[in-house]
C-alpha cells in the first residue's frame, strides 16, 4: 500500500487516484486468506471503493499550515484527523465486504444509501459552516469533507452492527482509524521535519509522507485481517468461480472507465464519488462480473487519463485513442485473467509503467535530480512486491 500511495501521488489524484492503494490492500488481502472468484473480485471492488472515499478530502492546506510556526501543530492535528477518517471509512468498507454473507444484499444497499445521508449532513452542518476548520480560511479556503466522511463511517458501522453479526467491519476500522491518524500526522511531521532542515530525501519529502501513510495504513489494516485469518480464510461456499465470462463485458468496463472519470469531474456535488462510489459498490452486488473492472479497469483508466492530460492532450484525437485502446487491452486482461495473482500483476505494474512513461516525458513534474531516483524506487518497490505477494501466493493453503 505504500507503492500505491505513491504512485496515487504521481499518476492520479482525487478519490479515482486513492482507488490505487485500495485495490492494492484488496488483492493481497486476498492473497493471504485464500479468497478467489468472484468473491474475490467484489473484495477488492469494495477496497478500491472504499479507500477513494476518502480521495475526497482536501489536505494541501492543511499541509502548508503545518509549515507555519504558528499553526504546526493545527495543521498536524487535522492531518492526522483527515487519516484517521480515511481509514476508518476504508477499514468499514473491506470488513463489510470480508463478511458479506453476514447481511442480505438489501442491507448492504440500505446502508450503502444510509451513508450518502449521512454523508451529506456532516458536511453540511459541520464542515460547511467551518466550526473546525483544518484549511486556510483567508486565501482561497477549500470545502473540507472529513466530517461528512466521519459521520459517513459511524453510520455504516452502527447499520452494519444492528443488521448482522459480522465482526470484521468494527476491526478493521478501529486498526484502519489508528493506522490512518498516525501514518498521516506522522508523515506530516517528517514533511515538515525535512522541510524546515533543507535535508535530501532523494525522491522529495511530500512523497515520503505518502509512502509513510501509505505503510502505515496497509499494517493498521493487514493486522486485523492476520488475527483473524482462521475465520476470514478460503472464500464462502459457491464465490469461488465468478461464472462463464462474457466478451460483453469487457466493453462495457471501457465505457464505465470514462463514464467514471467524467462523472467525478462533471458532477456538481462536494462528495460525488461518495454518490458514484456507492452506485458502483450497489452494482457490484447486482452483477459480480463488473468487480474486476471496477477495480482494475476503472482505475487504469483513471490514470491513463492523468497522463494524457500531463501530455495536455486531451483535446487530442491520438490521446483519446490512446486510453480507449489501452483500457480495452486491461479489460479484456482482467477478463482472461483467473487468478487473483494475475490481477495483482496486471494493475501493478500498468500503474509502474504508467509512471515511469510519466517521469521520462519531457515537463515530468519530478524532471529533477531525483526524478530517476524516484523512477529507481517506484520499479524497485514493483518488484519487492511481486516477489512478496508471489511468496503469499505459493504458500496459500490449497485448501483454501
Known sequence: MSLGWGLRGFI???????????????????????????????????????????????????????????????????????????????????????????????????????????????????????LIYF?????????????????????????????????????????????????????????VIGHHAHLPSGVGWWKVMEFTFGFLLGLSLAIPVWQRRRSLTGSPEGASDSGAPNIAWPAFAVALGVALFWANEVVELRWSFMLIGGLLAAAVLQWRALAWHIAITATY???????????????????W?????????????????????????????SSVTVAVVKLLTPGAPKAREDGLILLIVFVLMGIVSTLLSRGEWQSTPRHA
Open 301 to 319: 483508466c483513471a490514470f491513463a487519463f492523468d497522463l494524457i492530460e500531463h501530455w495536455k492532450a486531451l483535446t487530442a484525437v491520438w490521446a
Open 12 to 130: 492520479g489524484g482525487g478519490p479515482l487516484g486513492a482507488m490505487i492503494p485500495g485495490a492494492f490492500i484488496g488483492l493481497l488481502i486476498c492473497l493471504l486468506l485464500g479468497r478467489k472468484g468472484s468473491d474475490a473480485a467484489l473484495i477488492t471492488a469494495f477496497a478500491a471503493i472504499g479507500v477513494g472515499f476518502g480521495g475526497q478530502e482536501t489536505y494541501g492546506q492543511t499541509i502548508g499550515l503545518s509549515f507555519q510556526p504558528e499553526t504546526q501543530w493545527w495543521g498536524l492535528l487535522g492531518l492526522a484527523i483527515k487519516g484517521a477518517v480515511w481509514g476508518l471509512l476504508a477499514g468499514a468498507f473491506i470488513g463489510m465486504a470480508l463478511e458479506l454473507p453476514q447481511w442480505t444484499r438489501s442491507d448492504i444497499i440500505v446502508g450503502i444509501f444510509l451513508t450518502m445521508s449521512a454523508t451529506h449532513f456532516g458536511w453540511k452542518f459541520l464542515n460547511e459552516p467551518k
Open 135 to 191: 484549511s486556510n480560511p483567508i486565501d482561497r479556503p477549500r470545502p473540507e469533507l472529513w466530517a461528512g466522511l466521519l459521520l459517513t463511517g459511524v453510520t455504516l458501522l452502527l447499520w452494519l452492527h444492528l443488521r448482522g453479526k459480522g465482526r470484521a467491519p468494527l476491526a478493521l476500522a478501529a486498526w484502519g482509524t489508528l493506522g490512518g491518524g498516525i501514518g498521516f500526522g506522522l508523515g506530516g511531521w517528517i514533511q
Open 321 to 349: 485513442v490512446l486510453v480507449v485502446v489501452t483500457t480495452a487491452i486491461v479489460a479484456w486482461l482482467a477478463w482472461r485473467a483467473r487468478s487473483v495473482m494475475e490481477m495483482f500483476l496486471l494493475l501493478v505494474w
